[in-house]
């Protein structure tokens, strides 16, 4: 990114303290993930969605949120997206097979049909004798059950971190510091910044913090997506107990664009001035009950990207 993108992105976060009336050094602005102070030398340009994932829109974030945990919460996202491809049958993964204390490394593949899998042994990961033990056992018919393991190279925790970071980035690079000083978004900032925290990834503050991270995040099996950029944000409106009760909320649609299909996920963030149980109490009771939560048409007019 040149200088002139990362001062013109400055320029405008400067602006945006002014206007949600934050006080700051005149030379500094705050990392929207960190909430500290940062000079325009401490700053990156960070994208909102990584570019392996088709993002080209940015923001600023300081060096260590987008070096040392940016890089890290992508390449679970990139795993994710390979893994939602294979079971498409456009993408091999690495696994295990076994035959009790047998085992060889392996490449999987499922058909492009939708059935079936194709296992390659990977002989130069493996060891000669359990392959050629493997084969004899197979051969002879004594063998009546395979163990195969897949590797899809994330977890899912920190996963559904990555997709909320990005859907905060999306609305802060749209809506600015007006947005991410509300009360409660701050409350979803400091879980973020808490879980992806290295000494955070076990105890009790990480498993706090996927509490109120984990019902935000929703999978999206039957999406039109007439759009070709990497997210949109369509305003709505969660029901609640009845219809007089409800929480607003920016839903943030992401697609990864593939040629056997797009890879769909959603991300619920509240809109400024909701509280965590109007607007997380649906989400919780939707998950609960493994019920779909369904929405609406949005006209275009409405949505941000």
């Known amino acids: 990114m040149t200088s002139h993108t990362k001062r013109r992105l400055f320029d405008r976060c400067r602006k945006s303290l002014a206007a949600a009336g934050i006080a700051v050094p ?27 994932l088709g993002g080209k829109k940015t923001t600023l974030t300081c060096c260590r949120c987008n070096n040392t945990y940016g890089s890290s919460l992508e390449s679970d996202l990139q795993a994710l997206h390979k893994a939602c491809r294979f079971w498409k049958g456009g993408q ?19 058909g492009s049909s939708g059935s079936g899998m194709h296992v390659k ?24 059950q ?19 970071r990005c859907a905060y980035l999306a609305l802060f690079r749209c809506f600015g510091y007006e947005y991410a000083c509300d ?3 701050q409350e979803l900032r400091k879980a973020m910044a808490n879980s992806v925290s290295a000494r955070a990834q076990e105890g009790e503050r990480y498993e706090t913090s996927l509490v109120l991270l984990k019902p935000l995040v929703v999978g999206l099996s039957d999406c039109n997506w007439p759009f070709s950029c990497a997210y949109v944000i369509a305003p ?16 943030v649609l992401f697609r990864w664009p593939s040629s056997i299909g797009d890879t769909r996920y959603g991300v619920f963030m509240p809109q400024p001035g909701q509280s965590e149980e109007a ?11 493994h019920a779909s939560v369904r929405l609406g048409p949005v006209p275009v007019g409405l949505l941000f990207c």
């Open 26 to 52: 005149e030379q500094a602005i705050l990392c929207p993930l960190c909430w500290q102070q940062k000079l325009l030398d401490e700053l990156t340009v960070d994208h909102v969605v990584s570019e392996s």
């Open 92 to 110: 091999q993964l690495a696994g295990e097979l076994r035959i009790e204390q047998d085992r060889a490394a392996v490449k999987v593949q499922r």
């Open 121 to 144: 042994v990977v002989a130069k990961a493996s060891n000669p004798a359990q392959i050629t033990s493997m084969e004899h056992r197979v051969q002879s018919g004594e063998v009546q």
């Open 146 to 164: 395979l163990q195969l393991r897949l590797s899809y190279g994330y977890k899912s925790q920190r996963a559904i971190i990555a997709l909320v």
């Open 183 to 185: 009360r409660f978004v």
């Open 236 to 251: 709505g409106r969660l029901a609640w107990k009845d219809k007089h009760q409800g929480a607003d909320f920016f839903f």
């Open 279 to 289: 607007f997380l109490g649906p989400l919780r009771q939707a998950a609960a009950e």
